[in-house]
């Protein structure tokens, strides 16, 4: 994974995550400041960024929400208070309601990203500055290290497109953590085709096959899947 160290310093008041990225400087500052990049690594598996407002220019603001799988929403805000293109910026990153406003109780911290680069390869820094360490020990307890762990171990097949990221490694597969695999393969066949793999049950039955000598018996698809394998014509092997 890129991220190679995440450390908290109640005496510093601050949370620092160092990765590291086998992609040029250039392509990393594009993908940390370009919010349709953003959305597909700032929230962790399970909770996909929307970015609604960005702003990018001192005093600007960006505005977004993380969504739950049961589709609850949590809303944030960056404003921008310094930007050394390309390689950094600062905000003060914000909990805000729906209205966007600062969310009582919850703490405003500024926030820096730092871009390093050498011989093709990058560096991104990203410390976050507290106000205090009650509000640094809040932002821990919400799950700020793991969850910034896993929306940041995204970033590498952002800086690459799917072609490059998938070509020659086959099926790969990925434990984030201990609720969430990531499953990556190049697919020859169109976008289209791939979706109707994955939602039509006729095609699902096709190849989500289970070991060999087994079968998908019962697929039903709508806002939940339910899938029933069995072993040859032995109904005691049933499961799903």
């Known amino acids: 994974m890129p991220v190679t160290d995440i450390t908290t310093d109640p005496e510093a008041l601050t949370m620092t995550l160092t990765a590291e990225f086998d992609a040029p400087a250039s392509r990393l500052w594009s993908a940390i400041t370009d919010p349709r990049q953003l959305e597909r690594f700032w929230g962790p598996p399970g909770w996909p960024a929307t970015f609604t407002e960005f702003d990018f220019a001192v005093g600007g603001r960006a505005s977004y ?3 739950s799988p049961r589709g609850e929403a949590s809303h944030g805000s960056w404003e921008f208070l310094n930007i050394d293109e390309p390689d950094s910026f600062e905000v003060i990153d914000s909990f805000v309601g729906d209205d966007g406003e600062p969310l009582e109780g919850f703490p405003s911290m500024r926030m820096t990203f730092g871009i390093d680069g050498t011989d093709g ?5 990203n410390i976050t500055y507290f106000t205090s360490v009650e509000a640094l020990e809040q932002v ?3 799950g700020a290290v793991e969850g910034s762990r896993m ?3 995204q970033l590498d097949a952002v800086l690459q497109d799917l072609r490059a990221y998938a070509q ?3 099926t790969r597969t990925e434990i984030l953590d201990d609720q969430h695999v990531r499953i990556t393969r190049l697919i020859e066949g ?4 791939v979706w109707r793999a994955h939602h039509e049950p006729e ?3 096709q190849w989500l096959l289970g070991p060999d000598g087994w079968q998908m018996i019962e697929c039903e698809v709508g806002d ?3 899938y029933v394998w069995q072993q040859g014509d032995d109904e005691s092997t049933r499961f799903g």
Do not use: F, Q
């Open 65 to 67: 929400h993380m969504t």
């Open 121 to 125: 390869r990058s560096r991104l820094t």
């Open 140 to 142: 821990v307890a919400m």
């Open 151 to 153: 929306a940041i171990s």
């Open 168 to 170: 020659g490694k086959g």
């Open 190 to 193: 169109s976008r289209e085709l």
């Open 203 to 205: 095609l699902l039955r």
């Open 224 to 226: 939940t899947y339910r």
